[in-house]
């Protein structure tokens, strides 16, 4: 059982398109914060969101925590073919550990 | 920028054979993680390291051991390999817990035959 949920799993659209993927949890976080990894190489950081309600924006990528910091989402405008990759999503568990979701894979095709 | 540094990209294993999976960062980083990724399962926690001489578990520790005798490395040791450790592990760092920015290296592509 994943402590964080991330839908969907997979993702394929065209270039241009919108899109939102979730991460859900029934446990409250004092942070959350999402990387996106491409084949070969390990995840990087895309942002840390830290207050219910927060949003923050990123170009194109708009993250938003939930008011009761139990969930967050991401939402890519226009999408193009180099966000293609594997999203993360990852909280603090205790004090020294970080856990993650199992991702969301999206493809984008031009 | 060398950030963190993983050691071998690849290997592949008998049965029962042993090996370590080096791990050095260059940015005086405190913590220091282990991390295996399955497809489909996200990055599971098998140790970390909260500094030079102090190492604690994750949550997938079963057929791994870890030290940290500096700063800058955190070895992985498999004892025993078996199948079920057939992954790709990634060891990242960060200056502190408490959900702070990780930095990844480029990961080890371990396959148990």
């Known amino acids: 059982t994943q402590l964080l949920e991330q839908s969907p799993q997979f993702l394929s659209i065209q270039e241009g398109e919108n899109l939102t993927v979730y991460c859900n949890s029934s446990s409250v976080f004092s942070s959350l914060q999402w990387y996106r990894q491409e084949p070969g190489e390990g995840p990087v950081l895309l942002v840390t969101?830290?207050?219910?309600?927060e949003v923050k924006k990123l170009k194109r990528l708009t993250f938003q925590f939930g008011d009761a910091r139990k969930d967050s989402s991401l939402h890519i405008t226009a999408a193009q073919p180099g966000d293609t990759g594997l999203y993360l999503c990852a909280a603090p568990r205790g004090y020294n550990k970080l856990i993650f979701g199992a991702g969301t894979r999206l493809a984008v095709h031009p | 920028n060398a950030g963190v540094t993983q050691t071998p990209k690849f290997r592949i294993l008998k049965i029962g054979q042993s090996m370590t999976l080096q791990c050095t960062q260059d940015?005086?980083?405190?913590?220091m993680y282990w991390y295996r990724q399955d497809p489909g399962m996200g990055l599971k926690l098998i140790y970390y390291?909260?500094?030079?001489?102090?190492?604690d578990k994750g949550e997938v520790p079963n057929g791994y051991n870890v030290s940290r005798s500096t700063t800058e490395d955190f070895p992985l040791r498999l004892e025993l390999a078996a199948p079920s450790q057939t992954s790709v592990y990634f060891c990242a760092s960060s200056r502190t817990g408490r959900g702070e920015k990780l930095f990844f290296g480029s990961g080890t592509q371990l396959s148990v035959l």
């Open positions: 940015m005086n980083h405190n913590y």
């Open positions: 390291s909260v500094g030079a001489g102090i190492t």
């Open positions: 969101v830290v207050t219910g309600g």
